[in-house]
């Protein structure tokens, strides 16, 4: 009876090829309209990791990337059945070193080559009163003047200044932008960009539009969007894109962060407005009180034709609405949304239903337990 034939050497785990066909294939896909070309890559990732799965069994990185597959292809509504690309010529071999090097400032490629899955990210907004939208999908009404951070971590450093919404007012509204990006090795020098009431440059202050003369100096460019009313800011090199916008007398601020960026501080840099939210003392309901300078019901018709949902977006463009007298607001309102709709990971997350601005829910089908719940009673009560 003869031996069973081992298998070739060549034989082996092919997960990091796997995940660089991948990388390649949804590198330049972003935003909304990705879809169809989205889920074809997704559907030849998955193929390539079945074709691999008899010598990847005990392969931490080939679970990892079957259990991110079968994420995504749910999160974007992906079909397992439809067309997939053909497979990539086989290169030739390459420098093991090769890649790191080139891939350094490209934080997503980097990841998924070395975890064996895409980063995970999250969102935090400062629209408005300013409203606030944290990293942990809390949301503020907050009161401060003067500047506070948004972020001040190992990367970044955001800074709004805030202003009375009008004489008298407790409201706020953001006037000033500053964002710092920190060195980063060989990727980018130093980097500031600032934003003031009409004033949103496509550049930053020393008039560049890239990340200078380092090797990856263009994994960080300024996009404008709308001529000084709208810019992204795509930091390749630690996975974030932000955006800012003027929408009437305001500024606004939305960002996505990679998950392992946005942790990336200490117990001294405590005060950040998108990882706590604001401070207790600093918080307001977002129910109006009192007279206001265009009634709530004119308000209530002005924001529902941008916002037809009626979550916290549309509470703050009532509340902004009523406390500036101002109707641009509800584009800053319907911004910030937009914003969150292109940048949330998870599609579930995108409206937050608060009662009263003091009890949170995340959810559409927790809209019953308003019914229910003394919390919700309240928002009966001061509902507007």
Partial sequence: MGSTPSLPVSS??????????????????????????????????SLCTRRTA?????????????HGIEDLMIQNNCS????????????????????????????????????GRPPSFQHCAAFGDPHIRTFHDDFHTCRVEGSW????????FVQATSSPVAKGSNATV???LTII??????????????????????????????????????SLTIWERSPGRHVEIHADYIGTTIAVRQA???????????????????????LQLCVGGCPRSQRMSRSPRGRGRVPAETARALCREMLPVEDVYFQSCVFDVVTSGDTNFTMA??????????????????????????????????LLLLFLLPCGLWAVLLHF
């Fill in 12 to 45: 082996q785990c092919k997960i990091l090829r796997c995940n660089s066909d991948y990388v390649a294939a949804t590198l330049h896909l972003r935003g909304p309209d990705r879809g169809a070309a989205f889920c074809t890559a997704l559907r030849s990732y």
């Fill in 54 to 66: 008899r010598t990847c069994r005990g392969d931490l990185a080939f679970h990892s990337a079957v």
């Fill in 80 to 115: 397992k059945e439809g067309p997939t690309a053909p497979p990539r010529p086989r290169p030739p071999a390459p420098n093991p070193h090769a890649f790191e090097s080139l891939d350094i400032c490209d934080y997503e490629r980097s990841f998924l080559y070395k975890h």
């Fill in 149 to 156: 951070p948004l972020l001040d971590n190992d990367y970044l």
């Fill in 174 to 176: 953001t006037i000033k």
């Fill in 181 to 218: 990006f920190k060195n980063m090795k060989e990727c980018i020098d130093q980097k500031v960009y600032q934003a003031e009431l009409d004033n949103v440059p496509a550049a930053f202050q020393d008039g560049s539009v890239n990340g200078g003369a380092r090797p990856g100096g263009s």
């Fill in 248 to 270: 009437g007398r305001q500024l606004s601020f939305s960002i996505r962060a990679a998950e392992e960026v946005a942790r990336a501080f200490t117990e001294e840099q405590d």
């Fill in 333 to 366: 309102a319907h911004g910030a949304l937009e914003d969150a709709r292109l940048f949330l990971p998870d599609a579930e997350k995108l409206h937050i239903f608060q009662a009263g601005g003091g009890c949170p829910l995340t959810s559409p089908s927790f």
